[in-house]
């Protein structure tokens, strides 16, 4: 019960944590914008990091939406045949999208994650003497999450098709 | 490698997410040359090399606060005061308002779900026929994809490295014909009916302009801006989001600032979802340019087909039943690639191509298996899926007249381009 209520606590702030941080991301993209842009036309100047750590912005609130649509199993898919299926048969082959989804998410951390720790011992840096790595680390974050999702998805769907329970 | 193939399809098919089968056949064919598969990370991290996909947050963003505020209503209202004196006016006011809305929000299904609730009882108020209403909200919600600045001219221009300042004025005009085909459609099939013609009333309009005040600057702004060359695209996107932000949160108060995080993150679900299918695909279109696979299907199409004539009518048939089983955003990050080289072999401009691809793609919004217009409108109207379809057969076929002249008729496309 304790560990579970523990688990719980975890799940929840981690949610809170991925809300907070795609909100932030694009509240601070929106504002960095507009500010480059009155700098631009009315000061007739400008940042000079700016451009880019926008672009990089982009790609950070693009995973942390693909982490947002993973909770919510909310990706783009085609689904011609699944809905076709019985009730039951759909529960078998979710089971499968599932591992197979986490599977690939996972085995695309897993190079990204090599991809950062080579660009850490490399020393690329960005934007004025920032690490560079510091910028890709959302791309292993992100996927690991993803597959984190799909795992639970899985072992939730495993579970109820097991016991037959509508109720984790 | 045939049979993987196979097994990805059967995946997709069977509703895995698309950027996973995306990503799954990049990896494996990254492991088949023998590239280390860190090529993938390097890849997807291109996406933060593209200056002009900050405009896809932004403005996804912007239409999603939109649709939240009351601004729908205030658009059906001043569009109505303004043109609703016009014969058929009521139809036509739907098509203009979805047309507009759309653009603004990206063809995602929130035109169905927040101007559709307007559109459809006002419709029937009027006296026009309930299947007629149906039909034409469900095809009206995908309207204003040709127009600026709608986010697949956005990604078609991304994707093909074309300006996206003349893309969107290549699309104006076959945006407009689809609305007057549509628009004369809707006002010739109701002639029977004598709807009362609302008569125009000034003090009307002046109200309707009056409480539209924060929004109307907003098209002029925007539209005028990137046309006159004044913002680059992408600035363009973040004043609207900055001043729709400060216009619905903070002015007019109908989007509580306590409602605004789960907006921003709503949105970013859309964003997300296309973003990872495109940092996905920049992989995949990498191991297919090094197979040279673009080659060879030219190579391939070029044995069977000689005339252009036949290329673009067995194009048209491709993107129709593509349209059928793809989005429209997996379809332009996968598809497009690949058809363009064939395409300019028969002398096929971009531009052009892009306004074809996209009017045929809007079709795929109201076609079975996976139209999604046809599921929003049967979800918000509480109709089954099948009486949707029905009621939307004499739209889809004008839209299908329209994508035929758009198609045979470049010059409509290219004629400001000044080419």
Same mark, same amino acid.
Request: net charge neutral; glycine share 8%.
């Given at each position: 019960?304790?560990?579970?209520?523990?688990?719980?606590?975890?799940?929840?702030?981690?949610?809170?944590?991925?809300?907070?941080?795609?909100?932030?991301?694009?509240?601070?993209m929106i504002a960095l914008a507009?500010?480059?842009?009155?700098?631009?036309?009315?000061?007739?100047?400008?940042?000079?990091?700016?451009?880019?750590?926008?672009?990089?912005?982009?790609?950070?609130?693009?995973?942390?939406?693909?982490?947002?649509?993973?909770?919510?199993?909310?990706?783009?898919?085609?689904?011609?045949?699944?809905?076709?299926?019985?009730?039951?048969?759909?529960?078998?082959?979710?089971?499968?999208?599932?591992?197979?989804?986490?599977?690939?998410?996972?085995?695309?951390?897993?190079?990204?994650?090599?991809?950062?720790?080579?660009?850490?011992?490399?020393?690329?840096?960005?934007?004025?003497?920032?690490?560079?790595?510091?910028?890709?680390?959302?791309?292993?974050?992100?996927?690991?999450?993803?597959?984190?999702?799909?795992?639970?998805?899985?072992?939730?769907?495993?579970?109820?098709?097991?016991?037959?329970?509508?109720?984790? | 490698?045939?049979?993987?193939?196979?097994?990805?399809?059967?995946?997709?098919?069977?509703?895995?997410?698309?950027?996973?089968?995306?990503?799954?056949?990049?990896?494996?064919?990254?492991?088949?040359?023998?590239?280390?598969?860190?090529?993938?990370?390097?890849?997807?991290?291109?996406?933060?090399?593209?200056?002009?996909?900050?405009?896809?947050?932004?403005?996804?963003?912007?239409?999603?606060?939109?649709?939240?505020?009351?601004?729908?209503?205030?658009?059906?209202?001043?569009?109505?005061?303004?043109?609703?004196?016009?014969?058929?006016?009521?139809?036509?006011?739907?098509?203009?308002?979805?047309?507009?809305?759309?653009?603004?929000?990206?063809?995602?299904?929130?035109?169905?779900?927040?101007?559709?609730?307007?559109?459809?009882?006002?419709?029937?108020?009027?006296?026009?026929?309930?299947?007629?209403n149906l039909g034409l909200i469900?095809?009206?919600?995908?309207?204003?994809?040709?127009?600026?600045?709608?986010?697949?001219?956005?990604?078609?221009?991304?994707?093909?490295?074309?300006?996206?300042?003349?893309?969107?004025?290549?699309?104006?005009?076959?945006?407009?014909?689809?609305?007057?085909?549509?628009?004369?459609?809707?006002?010739?099939?109701?002639?029977?009916?004598?709807?009362?013609?609302?008569?125009?009333?000034?003090?009307?309009?002046?109200?309707?302009?009056?409480?539209?005040?924060?929004?109307?600057?907003?098209?002029?702004?925007?539209?005028?801006?990137?046309?006159?060359?004044?913002?680059?695209?992408?600035?363009?996107?973040?004043?609207?989001?900055?001043?729709?932000?400060?216009?619905?949160?903070?002015?007019?108060?109908?989007?509580?600032?306590?409602?605004?995080?789960?907006?921003?993150?709503?949105?970013?679900?859309?964003?997300?979802?296309i973003m990872v299918i495109l940092?996905?695909?920049?992989?995949?279109?990498?191991?297919?340019?090094?197979?040279?696979?673009?080659?060879?299907?030219?190579? *391939?199409?070029?044995?069977?087909?000689? %005339?252009? $004539?036949?290329?673009?009518? &067995?194009?048209? @048939?491709? +993107?129709?039943? =593509? /349209?059928?089983?793809?989005?429209?955003?997996?379809?332009?990050?996968?598809?497009?690639?690949?058809?363009?080289?064939?395409?300019?072999?028969?002398?096929?401009?971009?531009?052009?191509?892009?306004?074809?691809?996209?009017?045929?793609?809007?079709?795929?919004?109201?076609?079975?298996?996976?139209?999604?217009?046809?599921?929003?409108?049967?979800?918000?109207?509480?109709?089954?899926?099948?009486?949707?379809?029905?009621?939307?057969?004499? *739209?889809?076929?004008?839209?299908?007249? %329209?994508? $035929?002249?758009?198609?045979? &008729?470049?010059? @409509?496309? +290219?004629?400001? =381009? /000044?080419?």
């Amino acid at each position: 019960m304790t560990v579970g209520r523990l688990l719980d606590r975890l799940e929840q702030t981690g949610r809170l944590a991925e809300d907070t941080a795609v909100v932030l991301m694009l509240g601070a993209m929106i504002a960095l914008a507009a500010l480059q842009i009155i700098l631009r036309n009315v000061f007739d100047t400008g940042l000079i990091w700016a451009d880019q750590l926008l672009r990089i912005m982009v790609l950070w609130v693009a995973l942390l939406g693909a982490v947002a649509a993973s909770r919510d199993d909310k990706h783009i898919r085609i689904d011609i045949l699944g809905r076709l299926l019985p009730p039951k048969a759909k529960q078998v082959t979710d089971l499968v999208l599932h591992l197979f989804t986490a599977t690939v998410a996972a085995v695309a951390a897993w190079f990204a994650l090599a991809l950062v720790l080579g660009e850490r011992q490399y020393g690329g840096t960005l934007l004025a003497d920032m690490p560079a790595w510091i910028f890709q680390a959302i791309l292993p974050i992100g996927f690991t999450l993803i597959a984190y999702r799909y795992l639970v998805f899985f072992f939730r769907d495993a579970y109820k098709l097991a016991t037959g329970k509508t109720q984790s | 490698m045939i049979l993987i193939g196979l097994a990805l399809i059967l995946l997709a098919l069977f509703g895995a997410p698309l950027f996973v089968i995306v990503s799954a056949s990049a990896l494996i064919g990254f492991y088949h040359a023998d590239i280390p598969l860190m090529a993938f990370a390097n890849e997807f991290y291109r996406i933060a090399d593209m200056p002009i996909l900050l405009a896809i947050p932004l403005f996804t963003f912007a239409g999603y606060l939109l649709s939240e505020s009351e601004a729908p209503g205030r658009l059906v209202r001043l569009t109505r005061a303004l043109f609703g004196w016009v014969p058929g006016g009521l139809a036509i006011i739907a098509l203009m308002a979805c047309a507009m809305f759309t653009a603004f929000t990206g063809a995602s299904g929130v035109t169905i779900i927040a101007l559709g609730a307007l559109l459809y009882p006002a419709l029937a108020e009027a006296g026009y026929d309930e299947k007629f209403n149906l039909g034409l909200i469900t095809s009206a919600g995908s309207l204003g994809l040709l127009f600026a600045p709608s986010l697949p001219l956005i990604l078609y221009g991304v994707v093909a490295e074309i300006s996206i300042d003349q893309l969107f004025i290549a699309g104006v005009l076959p945006g407009m014909l689809m609305l007057v085909l549509l628009g004369g459609w809707s006002v010739w099939s109701n002639r029977s009916i004598r709807v009362p013609l609302g008569s125009f009333s000034w003090s009307e309009a002046g109200a309707a302009l009056w409480e539209s005040i924060w929004e109307i600057p907003l098209p002029f702004v925007v539209l005028g801006g990137i046309y006159s060359g004044y913002f680059a695209v992408s600035e363009a996107a973040a004043v609207t989001a900055l001043y729709v932000l400060i216009v619905e949160v903070l002015i007019r108060r109908e989007v509580s600032l306590q409602r605004l995080p789960s907006v921003m993150r709503e949105s970013m679900v859309l964003v997300g979802g296309i973003m990872v299918i495109l940092g996905a695909s920049l992989a995949s279109t990498n191991v297919m340019i090094d197979a040279q696979i673009p080659q060879k299907l030219v190579g *391939f199409v070029e044995q069977y087909v000689s %005339s252009p $004539l036949t290329f673009q009518l &067995l194009l048209l @048939l491709f +993107l129709l039943v =593509l /349209g059928a089983i793809l989005d429209i955003f997996s379809a332009l990050v996968l598809v497009v690639p690949l058809i363009l080289p064939v395409a300019a072999q028969y002398g096929m401009h971009p531009m052009h191509l892009g306004i074809v691809f996209l009017a045929t793609m809007q079709l795929g919004y109201l076609t079975p298996p996976i139209g999604l217009n046809l599921f929003i409108s049967s979800y918000r109207f509480e109709k089954p899926i099948t009486q949707v379809y029905l009621s939307t057969i004499p *739209f889809f076929l004008i839209l299908l007249i %329209s994508v $035929l002249i758009i198609t045979f &008729l470049p010059a @409509l496309s +290219l004629v400001f =381009l /000044g080419e």
